[in-house]
């Protein structure tokens, strides 16, 4: 089983991170991982996106052209990245950013209102990480223990009192239905 | 071994050159390596060592010149233009037998360039980089925990052989992050001890030192050279290493290193599905190319590929190696392209290796 994400957005939202989380949830789950981000000018201000593979089997290319599942927070993203998901894949859009809707009817689409969501909940800046608990809760990869450890490695010492609205999110996304 | 952590490889390699005792670093910025001397700029002042921003390219590893005089553990790194620069250098540590490792996180050249992942300075790293008759030790990982490991391994090397050791790596290693593990050793930075050559401090306690690779009398400078040699087929006998991957069986084996090598083994796991015989061969040491392995590997192929992010500059490694015994045929993308996997293996096919 290899799942391969696809995470972009605009530099600032958070992508990297997002991405860091499910390659943490990957590698505390028991399997290979990679993570990969783009970079060079591309990032400053400009959109930004970043790989990650949780495999079973050892992980060859880390980059990702054909997601099996792609997390996006921007319209030229989803315009960039929607017909590069594979056949029975699934995106995960941020309805609020995101202008517009996919044709496709070979993939699973779950529009999430993160940004929206973050907003009324207090948790500005957090819609990257509601989409990754909508993600984690389709996927079923891992069970919720796994899922708070590997937040836990990701937020810095220095963070620390970000936690708490950090597994919020996590939630708020998990138990969205849509 | 320590529980993992993710570190890009960059990371990963720059905690391990401090694991190894590299007790100086001295470099400059460029993607996309600009991580290694980050991470060490943060690193270094907590356990004893020295972090050192250069001027620029030359002025850095010149400073690895004197540093690596003085018996001391010490590294520097770049990425493409960054080493052409530094070539001068290296030719004169390499003629003062001196040890240090040199990291190239290679892009996209000729000139400026791109920034993405290359591995097109093959030839210009493996053929010494600089002017003159030697070699320096050239290790390429393919993992980010074999970019902690490599260069770890480097520094071995070089005190071993009293010479330049490189990491050849590319951005795609750089910057991406994978697990990696370290064990829980204390680290311990390096000193002269154990180096009876080094010009360092010994208050007239013995004979002084001089390091130096000016020789103007022609046979005292082709007996030093000549040294030199008998070295290097010491270490082309004991150092080679090679990888081989289902090569007993197969009728094509691919022939890639570093970052290229996992996605040609990508490659050919999915041939092997398909029921097509290739295999794989990774040289982990590109000096000194491991021959004999590579000739045990393709013993009962009837073709090789190699494949690199580049317009094909190992295949004449390869070539030289097995004696041209074989058709070897090429596949390579460029200026930062990578290739996918589903690339390699359509060459393969068309090479004939079909079911």
Not at chain 1, 91 to 108: C, H, P
Not at chain 2, 46 to 75: H, W
Request: with cysteine.
């Amino acid at each position: 089983m290899t799942n391969e994400f696809l995470l972009a957005g605009f530099g600032g939202q958070g992508i990297l991170f997002a991405g860091k989380l499910l390659a943490y949830v990957g590698l505390y789950a028991g399997k290979e991982v990679s993570w990969l981000p783009s970079y060079g000018p591309e990032m400053r201000g400009g959109t930004c996106n970043c790989s990650v593979t949780v495999s079973d089997a050892p992980i060859g290319s880390p980059l990702i052209l054909e997601p099996t599942q792609l997390l996006v927070m921007n319209t030229p993203s989803f315009d960039k990245f929607i017909g590069a998901v594979k056949p029975d894949g699934m995106a995960f859009i941020d309805s609020t950013l995101v202008e517009g809707q996919s044709d496709r009817k070979d993939i699973k689409c779950f529009y999430v209102p993160a940004t929206a969501m973050a907003n009324e909940n207090g948790l500005k800046g957090m819609a990257n990480i509601i989409l990754a608990g909508k993600l984690l809760k389709e996927i079923g990869l891992t069970d919720e223990a796994v899922i708070e450890k590997a937040m836990k490695k990701c937020i810095p010492p220095k963070k620390a009192d970000k936690l708490e609205a950090n597994m919020k999110a996590l939630k708020l996304g998990m138990d969205f239905n849509g | 071994m320590a529980e993992k952590s993710l570190m890009k490889g960059n990371e990963a390699l720059a905690e391990a050159a401090l694991r190894a005792g590299c007790k100086c670093f001295f470099g400059y910025p460029i993607t996309p390596q600009t991580e290694i001397a980050a991470y060490l700029s943060k690193r270094m002042p907590k356990v004893g060592g020295v972090f050192l921003q250069a001027e620029s390219e030359v002025a850095a590893i010149n400073m690895v010149y004197g540093c690596a005089g003085s018996g001391i553990r010490c590294m520097t790194s770049s990425s493409s233009p960054g080493i052409s620069l530094k070539s001068e250098g290296i030719s004169y540590i390499a003629g003062a037998d001196l040890p240090c490792v040199i990291i190239d996180v290679m892009r996209g050249g000729p000139g400026l360039g791109g920034i993405q992942p290359s591995q097109a300075d093959y030839y210009q790293i493996t053929k010494g980089v600089g002017h003159g008759d030697y070699n320096i030790i050239v290790l390429a990982p393919s993992t980010v925990q074999e970019m902690a490991d490599c260069v770890t391994k480097a520094f071995d090397l070089a005190d071993k052989y009293r010479m330049p050791a490189v990491v050849l790596a590319d951005g795609l290693l750089g910057q991406m992050m994978e697990p990696v593990a370290f064990d829980d050793a204390e680290i311990v930075m390096s000193d002269a001890s154990n180096k009876p050559w080094a010009a360092n401090g010994h208050k007239n306690a013995r004979k002084h030192n001089i390091i130096n690779s000016l020789y103007l009398q022609a046979p005292e400078l082709e007996r030093t050279i000549k040294e030199r040699y008998e070295r290097y087929a010491e270490i082309e006998k004991n150092e080679p290493v090679g990888v081989a991957d289902y090569c007993d069986d197969a009728d094509i084996v691919v022939v890639a290193y570093g970052s290229t090598a996992r996605l040609a083994k990508s490659a050919v796991d999915e041939a092997r599905k398909q029921g097509i015989k290739a295999g794989v061969f990774r040289p982990v040491t590109l000096y000194p190319f491991p021959k004999n392995e590579l000739n045990a590997a393709v013993k009962n192929a009837k073709k090789v590929l190699v494949v690199e992010m580049s317009m094909g500059q190992m295949v004449d490694d390869v070539k030289l190696a097995i004696n041209c015994s074989k058709p070897v045929d090429f596949f390579g993308r460029t200026g930062g392209v990578i290739p996918a996997p589903a690339e390699i293996l359509a060459k393969i096919k068309e090479m004939g290796g079909n079911n």
